[in-house]
């Protein structure tokens, strides 16, 4: 049995980079369900639940906006970092020679109206660790806006805000007059079978009258 919460995210910059785009980012035309899913983690996680995204709908126009911004091409050594806590000397990083400027295509003034529910997994407890603890949880941190971890629109620099919707209004977004957009094939999410090397899973994301129906497209995901 699943138990479901609708929630509106919105932010004024969002990027949902593009895995094709090796060089610089490109985000997708709308938010991605992985990215749906990590926002609604970020407010409420526990191995005893996996949370499943139902639908999206987008409430404004998708416009796309450019910066340029430096980015290191390589991570800094955990062996230098280790190096330094063990002699107790300070690490310079020393990154000029290192820093790329490269840019970025992005989204700007997003507002999303998400469906989603969670399944109780493997991992939880007894009758103590039912679902009805966990979604009260859920909509409690949700109503108090509390979260384990910033939510964010796909960078950690773009910072997401969250809030719960606890009746079935209806709202009258950009493309509720649209018949249909084909944003093509879109990263539906990551799977953990193989711990060591997730494999990414596409669906094609359809959105009519503005809304993506999530749930609907789930037969369809591909490798």
Same mark, same amino acid.
């Given at each position: 049995?699943?138990?479901?919460?609708?929630?509106?995210?919105?932010?004024?910059?969002?990027?949902?980079?593009?895995?094709?785009?090796?060089?610089?980012?490109?985000?997708?035309?709308?938010?991605?369900?992985?990215?749906?899913?990590?926002?609604?983690?970020?407010?409420?996680?526990?191995?005893?639940?996996?949370?499943?995204?139902?639908?999206?709908?987008?409430?404004?126009?998708?416009?796309?906006?450019?910066?340029?911004?430096?980015?290191?091409?390589?991570?800094?050594?955990?062996?230098?970092?280790?190096?330094?806590? =063990?002699?107790?000397? *300070?690490?310079?990083?020393?990154? #000029?020679?290192?820093?790329?400027?490269?840019?970025?295509?992005? $989204?700007? /003034?997003?507002?999303?109206?998400?469906?989603?529910?969670?399944?109780?997994?493997?991992?939880?407890?007894?009758?103590?660790?039912?679902?009805?603890?966990?979604?009260?949880?859920?909509?409690?941190?949700?109503?108090?806006?509390?979260?384990?971890?910033?939510?964010?629109?796909?960078?950690?620099?773009?910072?997401?805000?969250?809030?719960?919707? =606890?009746?079935?209004? *209806?709202?009258?977004?950009?493309? #509720?007059?649209?018949?249909?957009?084909?944003?093509?094939?879109? $990263?539906? /999410?990551?799977?953990?079978?193989?711990?060591?090397?997730?494999?990414?899973?596409?669906?094609?994301?359809?959105?009519?009258?503005?809304?993506?129906?999530?749930?609907?497209?789930?037969?369809?995901?591909?490798?």
């Amino acid at each position: 049995m699943g138990y479901g919460i609708r929630v509106r995210v919105s932010g004024p910059r969002a990027c949902f980079t593009r895995p094709e785009m090796k060089a610089e980012r490109v985000s997708y035309d709308v938010i991605t369900p992985s990215a749906a899913r990590g926002i609604i983690e970020a407010v409420y996680w526990k191995p005893a639940i996996r949370w499943v995204i139902d639908r999206i709908e987008v409430l404004n126009e998708i416009r796309f906006d450019t910066f340029r911004r430096n980015e290191l091409e390589s991570k800094l050594s955990y062996r230098n970092a280790k190096e330094a806590c =063990e002699k107790d000397t *300070e690490l310079h990083i020393v990154a #000029s020679e290192k820093r790329q400027q490269r840019a970025m295509t992005y $989204l700007r /003034d997003v507002s999303y109206v998400i469906d989603a529910h969670f399944v109780m997994t493997e991992s939880a407890g007894g009758q103590d660790d039912g679902p009805e603890k966990h979604y009260n949880i859920a909509l409690r941190r949700l109503r108090k806006g509390q979260h384990f971890m910033q939510p964010v629109l796909g960078c950690r620099e773009f910072p997401a805000t969250v809030e719960l919707l =606890e009746d079935r209004e *209806e709202f009258r977004g950009f493309y #509720s007059d649209t018949p249909e957009k084909d944003f093509g094939f879109m $990263l539906y /999410d990551l799977d953990f079978s193989n711990a060591d090397s997730p494999d990414p899973r596409f669906f094609r994301a359809v959105m009519r009258n503005g809304v993506i129906d999530v749930a609907s497209s789930r037969e369809g995901v591909v490798a």
